[in-house]
């Protein structure tokens, strides 16, 4: 089966149930208020779903590795620590809690500038190694992780319910203004990631035939890493931490699709994402009843097929 003709299955699936989640129980009397409501959340499946889909298949494309994900370099880690700082420092009462823009716009400039101080002066170095710079983020993510941690210990426990509402990922309460702030920054980020699909596509071939091609590597990776760091930024501080979603939608979608080139990649696991978040999520509120998180389920998946590919050898 030719790629076009899976892609277009998948968009129809896609199709499908975000149909259903707009249209399901709407009469004449009630559309316009469950529509308000359900919008904003399929639109934030939408947009967490393309975010970590595209970014991770270019991280792997820069790393030449199929088991990494952005998440490695510590931005869930860098989310939690702001957040549980944001607490400590200013209390559950702040204006930086309690307003969602302004919590959102914090959270992403923050994130985006540790990303920038890193990168820029990571690459700065005349022998930068891509695999150095991910065991610095391993490192950083495992600090910042253990200072979230020894910060909650000083919250009060009452405080500590509107950290756990930051810890999982939730569409169900998506803010629509934000959503609709998220969708032209992904939007710049995606065609930024399409300009520069032509160079990703010579990365296949291996860092040293890339360079002898012509792609300046070096530069390549500092303006690829930059535009992740943007894009999970966003993801995060819009819907909260995803950690293996990305490792499932890019691995299914190069096994399901033949093409390498990244024009098409990037839309192909961006469709395959949405789909695939969309079904996780009806499968929390239709067979758990909210009962449990679409994230939770995520890292069982993920986590489970994570130690497939390793057993397997299948990166």
């Not at 004449?28 to 595209?54: C, E, G, H, M, Q």
């Amino acid at each position: 089966m030719r790629d076009v003709v899976k892609l277009s299955l998948v968009l129809l699936g896609a199709l499908a149930v975000a149909g259903y989640f707009l249209g399901h129980g709407l009469t004449a009397d009630n559309y316009a208020y469950f529509l308000s409501r359900r919008t904003p959340k399929v639109l934030a499946i939408a947009l967490a779903a393309v975010a970590i889909s595209a970014s991770s298949l270019v991280f792997q494309t820069i790393t030449n590795n199929r088991i990494l994900t952005p998440s490695i370099l510590g931005f869930d880690s860098l989310y939690m620590l702001l957040q549980t700082t944001l607490l400590v420092v200013f209390g559950v009462s702040s204006v930086l809690l309690i307003n969602p823009y302004l919590n959102f716009v914090v959270c992403v400039i923050l994130m985006t500038i540790s990303a920038t101080v890193l990168f820029t002066l990571y690459f700065r170095r005349r022998r930068a190694n891509i695999y150095t710079l991910l065991l610095i983020g391993i490192v950083l993510g495992s600090v910042f992780g253990s200072i979230s941690q020894f910060f909650t210990l000083l919250v009060d426990p009452s405080e500590f319910a509107v950290l756990q509402d930051a810890m999982f990922a939730s569409f169900n309460n998506a803010n629509r203004d934000l959503v609709y702030m998220s969708v032209p920054v992904l939007a710049l980020c995606l065609l930024a990631l399409y300009r520069y699909a032509n160079q990703l596509d010579v990365c296949w071939l291996g860092e040293d035939n890339a360079i002898s091609l012509g792609v300046d590597i070096r530069r390549l990776t500092l303006k690829v890493m930059m535009i992740i760091a943007v894009m999970i930024a966003v993801s995060t501080a819009l819907v909260g931490p995803v950690l293996f979603f990305g490792l499932i939608v890019v691995s299914l979608a190069r096994q399901m699709f033949i093409s390498y080139q990244h024009r098409f990649l990037i839309i192909a696991t961006s469709i395959l994402a949405v789909f695939l978040l969309l079904t996780g999520q009806f499968v929390v509120e239709q067979w758990f009843g909210f009962e449990t998180t679409v994230s939770v389920i995520i890292n069982f998946v993920g986590g489970s097929y994570f130690l497939y590919l390793l057993t397997k050898n299948k990166f």
